[in-house]
């Protein structure tokens, strides 16, 4: 049967608009964004603190139109702290998701699994983890560290111990995660360079129940002071304990999980947490006056408006997580959502004006925190999530 010109006027003009319209459909779906964080297991601590960061962060970017009318969809995969689910999660997010980028793994163990992965599959990937050799813009130049590296943390509690409090020999403890090995390995020889005695070194399983035999091969051997490193609360508070039950007053100088709540409320008796100096980071430190910088004070009374908990956990683990979707977001926003564009604006990134602290990279530097903004604190002081800084380290 034939048209008449009204009727294939019509016709055309249908087929016209259905045309028009597709583009502008597509571009308000959402733009997944896959996110490894560990929720469960036994280095969850970190992870828990993170996540409530980058929830809100994704709930307000959401809420504020999104990314050029598209909104966020985080795709989460709790990794459990094991590395093989963090591996298959990221497969997972790559290959049936095709996420725009990857934020996490938030622990080293699962990130040394990950990134040679995510690198393969040519996708960004912003992490917080510490050790050295997670991020390298020749092999990984997709890959990004918001946060501080070994070296950094590791010159910043070997300092302190050191040069601060004078101590000669050292006892250097960890778990057998693949962070905690990592920097012992790193750490021991950094404290020979630097003039120190190391007199006890061990890897321990952080299950294990009883760490009194290990303290007192510390004490036997003539420690001066330990160094524990380790994102597993238990393990960390069945060494402040140990220590008190021995009655043996050494400081604890180490990772910043020795500070956490959950830590803290693992301690058979508050006065324990005496003379522990976790590491952290000064832009999410009480000044000498107990007072948060303008730009932390304004996020924790955010916090506190959105009834986020900071009192179980650290600060800094939840400002990292807040700024990074945004950092996500605003690279998405000035670039464009494809890989390239994504990792052509980070390497240009100068000066992000996280909470957690302001952020830079460049072609050939992938770690973007800066040196002199990570400090040793007390333990004891701590505070909704933040801390004063140790005696003796300076304003």
């Known amino acids: 049967m034939s048209l008449t010109r009204r009727q294939a006027l019509a016709t055309a003009g249908a087929a016209l608009a259905s045309t028009l319209a597709r583009p502008a459909i597509a571009a308000k779906e959402p733009i997944p964004i896959g996110y490894l964080p560990a929720l469960t297991g036994p280095s969850s601590s970190t992870g828990i603190g993170i996540n409530r960061g980058v929830e809100l962060a994704v709930k307000e970017i959401n809420q504020a ?13 709790d990794t459990q702290s094991e590395p093989t689910k963090a591996v298959n999660g990221a497969a997972e997010l790559t290959h049936a998701h095709k996420v725009s980028v990857v934020l996490g793994p938030v622990n080293s163990g699962e990130s040394l ?62 778990d057998t995660t693949g962070y905690g090995t990592a920097s012992v390995n790193a750490y021991v020889p950094m404290l020979k360079e630097k003039g120190a005695e190391v007199v006890y070194q061990g890897n321990v399983d952080a299950a294990n129940p009883d760490l009194t035999p290990e303290i007192l091969r510390m004490r036997n051997a003539g420690a001066e002071a330990i160094m524990p490193w380790s994102v597993n609360p238990g393990f960390l508070s069945r060494i402040i304990n140990t220590r008190g039950q021995m009655q043996w007053d050494v400081p604890i100088a180490g990772q910043t999980t020795l500070g956490s709540g959950q830590t803290s409320a693992l301690l058979e008796k508050s006065e324990y947490w005496a003379k522990v100096y976790p590491n952290n980071f000064k832009p999410v430190c009480y000044s000498a006056d107990g007072k948060l910088n303008e730009r932390a004070a304004a996020f924790a009374d955010k916090l506190t408006s959105n009834k986020i908990e900071v009192s179980d956990t650290l600060l800094w683990w939840v400002a990292v997580g807040y700024d990074s979707p945004r950092m996500i977001a605003e690279a998405m926003k000035s670039a464009g959502t494809e890989p390239e564009q994504i990792v052509g604006f980070l390497n240009r990134l100068k000066n992000y004006p996280g909470v957690y602290g302001d952020i830079s990279f460049t072609p050939e530097q992938h770690n973007g925190y800066p040196d002199d903004e990570v400090v040793m604190v007390a333990a004891n002081s701590f505070k909704n999530g933040a801390f004063k800084l140790a005696p003796g380290y300076g304003a």
């Open 65 to 77: 139109g999104g990314i050029d009318g598209r909104q966020i969809e985080l795709i989460v995969r």
């Open 113 to 174: 699994a990950v990134v040679p992965l995510l690198a393969r599959a040519n996708t960004p990937q912003i992490h917080p983890c510490w050790v050295d050799s997670l991020t390298d813009p020749k092999k990984y130049p997709m890959c990004f560290r918001n946060a501080s590296t070994n070296q950094q943390i590791g010159a910043a509690a070997n300092r302190y111990v050191v040069d601060v409090l004078k101590c000669k020999k050292v006892a250097v403890i960890s």
